[in-house]
């Protein structure tokens, strides 16, 4: 008789154990296909949206580069309360980690138009010739101005995001904001805007 408890007893917790790792299976394949990646076309849905409101406020707009604000680990702007009224704490984990893998975000001349891409490293190296960086830009580029953009942060379900964007025109004149937009039936909205400055 104990012979036969002990058997049925292994066996049960066999079939236990197999559906425990069945369980855990399928939640981890869910978490994945909830965290699939974002494509291009999501990413520069958001970027093209934010160029084309700043182009049409500000007219001699030539140039776009990635944001030369970005700061790696500098995502505390997440943690704020504002934020969490939008997006939940997996979201939150999830933009951080693609906040972090944005430090070497290249814009794509694939998907922008209209507009002359100089990526960040080249246009902050005017810096470096003993100039001043609006005296070399002018020379270069003529009396235009250039705007940013940062690689824009996704929620799980890809129906909201978080970009940052702006324009500089002189040594003190410019602006930029930070902006949650939202995907309405296909259009990206701004919903909110988290923080900004005007030179």
Not at 78 to 95: A, E, G, H, P, Q
């Amino acid at each position: 008789m104990k012979l036969k408890r002990g058997a049925h007893y292994k066996k049960s917790s066999h079939i236990v154990r197999n559906i425990l790792a069945i369980y855990l299976l399928l939640i981890s394949i869910y978490i994945k296909s909830q965290n699939s990646s974002v494509s291009d076309n999501d990413m520069y849905g958001v970027i093209n949206y934010v160029i084309k409101i700043k182009v049409d406020k500000v007219e001699n707009i030539k140039i776009i580069t990635e944001d030369p604000n970005y700061i790696e680990k500098d995502y505390k702007f997440l943690d704020i309360k504002i934020v969490k009224d939008f997006f939940n704490k997996r979201d939150v984990i999830s933009m951080k980690k693609q906040y972090e893998e944005s430090k070497d975000f290249l814009l794509n001349p694939k998907y922008i138009m209209n507009i002359r891409i100089i990526h960040k490293e080249k246009l902050l190296s005017y810096k470096n010739n003993k100039q001043y960086f609006w005296t070399e830009f002018n020379k270069l580029h003529g009396k235009v101005s250039f705007m940013f953009v940062s690689k824009p942060l996704f929620s799980i379900d890809k129906k909201r995001a978080i970009i940052s964007y702006g324009h500089y025109c002189g040594g003190l004149c410019g602006e930029g904001e930070r902006v949650i937009v939202k995907n309405d039936n296909g259009n990206w909205k701004i919903e909110e805007k988290l923080s900004g400055f005007v030179n």
